[in-house]
């Protein structure tokens, strides 16, 4: 069970890696045109995110979810 302050590990955690992230893409991305860079970030994000999802049984079908839940999801693309 998690402690009502557990939460603030994961939050620090996710913190110290969204910065690292921020600065290998900087680093990384050195005459490379930053929309093709973001591309290529996003395809192995889709990459490690659906074995992650195939790993823990978790996948189903997205042709299964309502018309309202694709629309929710939908509108949360920046």
Not at 6 to 28: P, Q, R, V
Not at 52 to 64: C, E, G, H, L, M
Not at 70 to 76: A, E, P, V
Request: glycine share 6%.
């Amino acid at each position: 069970m998690m402690t009502s302050s557990g939460w603030f590990f994961w939050a620090a955690l996710s913190a110290c890696f969204a910065a690292l992230t921020a600065i290998f893409a900087k680093i990384g991305i050195q005459g490379v045109d930053s929309d093709f860079a973001t591309l290529v970030r996003t395809v192995i994000i889709v990459f490690v995110l659906a074995a992650f999802v195939w790993y823990t049984d978790k996948w189903s079908d997205p042709r299964d979810l309502p018309p309202r839940t694709l629309l929710f999801l939908g509108s949360k693309l920046n």
